[in-house]
């Protein structure tokens, strides 16, 4: 019974649901350290014991919903309240009921017991027993799966909750840096904007239109901090916060359409000069383009003349390679006919070839002689054509560059004029 005592115990220091699962974890480890055998050992004493009888409190009896006595097949007597016991027979007859209904008939029976005991000391007791398996074990589980349920839930509640508090506090501790901030930013502004007030008859000009700045900050002062400012300014100017910085705001308007005027001057100004650099920049380029058309003519006409040149020495020197060939020839056919008889078969082809090489000779002779006698002043000729034409490719290229120096000098005024009339819109 060493089990079952244990079981009271744990149902009877039952404080709050972190103890019970404690204790119910502890319980659970020890009868898992317990033996197969002794397991089986238990039960088997448990199956020769006598069954305890539950045994009624006087309190239970007079309980209208508690049914009347009824013996069992062995002739036992037994009561109960069918909303307080939850009975279920099993081979041995054994009574079955949860924890929770265990522990209410228990503190009813103790205190009934107090009363019962003098009156009968010899009452049998109510017992509890642990029985594995069946619909009390299910029902004990449920419960603590459901106590289980609610732990978690009010975890996440304080969890929840405890989030909400980080939060609001980090926004309320925003919020007064923020007004903090403000009103520091407040009354650095109304510092600068009373400094400025009472030096006011001391600034220039262009000092009092910078009351336009202080717009903003007047207007995020107090009733009694505007009058005070107010009071400075006329004591100063003869006028009030308001009424200067309309004046202010009326100066700069005016400036500004003044401003518009002047520029819209110089914008024509600048727009005059810089079409008139057009013109001069179109001429340039006009230039530019002549000057390397030039240039083109001048080497091809160069490039033509180095080639006469040429090819004057080659047709010279041809002419004379060939007349010394056709002289060489003519000489050996006129000493072979000159030596044949004319009694010989071949006297003929002889004369023949002598009047041929005689007729190639002379034409070879004038054509050398020709272009030898014209050699001399056709090459002057070139030369000088040469000369002219490299003079002329000198002057294109001197002409090329200075267009080209106008075109960028043309180019660069437009660009800074044109800057500067962008910068005026």
Same mark, same amino acid.
């Given at each position: 019974?060493?089990?079952?005592?244990?079981?009271?115990?744990?149902?009877?220091?039952?404080?709050?649901?972190?103890?019970?699962?404690?204790?119910?974890?502890?319980?659970?480890?020890?009868?898992?350290?317990?033996?197969?055998?002794?397991?089986?050992?238990?039960?088997?004493?448990?199956?020769?014991?006598?069954?305890?009888?539950?045994?009624?409190?006087?309190?239970?009896?007079?309980?209208?919903?508690?049914?009347?006595?009824?013996?069992?097949?062995?002739?036992?007597?037994?009561?109960?309240?069918?909303?307080?016991?939850?009975?279920?027979?099993?081979?041995?007859?054994?009574?079955?009921?949860?924890?929770?209904?265990?522990?209410?008939?228990?503190?009813?029976?103790?205190?009934?017991?107090?009363?019962?005991?003098?009156?009968?000391?010899?009452?049998?007791?109510?017992?509890?027993?642990?029985?594995?398996?069946?619909?009390?074990?299910?029902?004990?589980?449920?419960?603590?799966?459901?106590?289980?349920?609610?732990?978690?839930?009010?975890?996440?509640?304080?969890?929840?909750?405890?989030?909400?508090?980080?939060?609001?506090?980090?926004?309320?501790?925003?919020?007064?840096?923020?007004?903090?901030?403000?009103?520091?930013?407040?009354?650095?502004?109304?510092?600068?904007?009373?400094?400025?007030?009472?030096?006011?008859?001391?600034?220039?000009?262009?000092?009092?239109?910078?009351?336009?700045?202080?717009?903003?900050?007047?207007?995020?002062?107090?009733?009694?901090?505007?009058?005070?400012?107010?009071?400075?300014?006329?004591?100063?100017?003869?006028?009030?916060?308001?009424?200067?910085?309309?004046?202010?705001?009326?100066?700069?308007?005016?400036?500004?359409?003044?401003?518009?005027?002047?520029?819209?001057?110089?914008?024509?100004?600048?727009?005059?000069?810089?079409?008139?650099?057009?013109?001069?920049?179109a001429a340039a380029q006009q230039d530019?383009?002549?000057?390397?058309?030039?240039?083109?003519?001048?080497?091809?006409?160069?490039?033509?003349?180095?080639?006469?040149?040429?090819?004057?020495?080659?047709?010279?020197?041809?002419?004379?390679?060939? @007349?010394?060939?056709?002289?060489? $020839? +003519?000489?050996? #056919?006129?000493?072979? %006919?000159?030596? &044949?008889? !004319?009694?010989? =078969?071949? @006297?003929?082809?002889?004369?023949? $070839? +002598?009047?041929? #090489?005689?007729?190639? %000779?002379?034409? &070879?002779? !004038?054509?050398? =002689?020709?272009?030898?006698?014209?050699?001399?002043?056709?090459?002057?000729?070139?030369?000088?054509?040469?000369?002219?034409?490299?003079?002329?490719l000198s002057d294109a290229q001197k002409?090329?560059?200075?267009?080209?120096?106008?075109?960028?000098?043309?180019?660069?005024?437009?660009?800074?004029?044109?800057?500067?009339?962008?910068?005026?819109?």
């Amino acid at each position: 019974m060493k089990d079952n005592d244990e079981i009271s115990k744990l149902i009877d220091s039952m404080e709050s649901d972190d103890t019970l699962e404690r204790k119910m974890n502890a319980f659970k480890q020890e009868k898992e350290r317990k033996s197969r055998v002794q397991r089986l050992q238990k039960n088997k004493k448990e199956e020769t014991k006598p069954e305890a009888k539950p045994v009624l409190s006087q309190a239970d009896l007079n309980d209208p919903e508690t049914e009347e006595p009824t013996d069992d097949a062995d002739g036992r007597t037994m009561a109960w309240n069918p909303h307080q016991i939850k009975e279920e027979e099993d081979s041995n007859k054994t009574v079955i009921m949860s924890d929770d209904k265990i522990q209410r008939l228990w503190k009813r029976e103790e205190s009934g017991s107090q009363t019962s005991a003098q009156k009968d000391a010899d009452a049998p007791k109510l017992e509890r027993k642990v029985v594995s398996g069946g619909s009390g074990g299910k029902k004990k589980h449920s419960a603590l799966n459901q106590e289980d349920t609610r732990r978690i839930i009010k975890y996440i509640a304080v969890a929840v909750l405890s989030v909400l508090l980080v939060v609001g506090v980090a926004k309320a501790v925003t919020t007064l840096i923020d007004n903090n901030e403000n009103a520091a930013e407040a009354t650095s502004g109304y510092s600068d904007l009373k400094k400025w007030a009472e030096s006011y008859d001391s600034l220039s000009s262009s000092e009092k239109q910078d009351i336009t700045e202080y717009e903003s900050i007047y207007n995020k002062l107090t009733d009694a901090e505007k009058d005070e400012i107010d009071s400075i300014l006329k004591e100063k100017s003869g006028y009030t916060f308001n009424q200067l910085l309309a004046k202010a705001k009326s100066a700069k308007k005016k400036s500004t359409k003044n401003n518009n005027t002047k520029n819209a001057e110089k914008k024509a100004k600048l727009l005059s000069r810089i079409n008139a650099l057009k013109t001069k920049l179109a001429a340039a380029q006009q230039d530019l383009t002549d000057a390397q058309n030039s240039e083109t003519t001048a080497q091809s006409t160069i490039d033509s003349i180095n080639q006469q040149l040429t090819d004057l020495d080659t047709n010279l020197s041809n002419a004379k390679t060939d @007349y010394q060939s056709a002289q060489t $020839a +003519y000489e050996t #056919a006129k000493k072979a %006919y000159q030596e &044949a008889d !004319s009694e010989d =078969d071949n @006297y003929d082809e002889l004369e023949q $070839a +002598y009047n041929e #090489a005689q007729s190639e %000779y002379n034409t &070879a002779k !004038s054509t050398y =002689d020709g272009l030898n006698a014209s050699y001399s002043s056709t090459k002057k000729s070139l030369e000088t054509q040469l000369s002219s034409a490299k003079e002329d490719l000198s002057d294109a290229q001197k002409d090329e560059s200075d267009a080209q120096t106008l075109v960028n000098s043309y180019t660069a005024q437009i660009n800074k004029l044109q800057a500067q009339y962008d910068s005026l819109d």
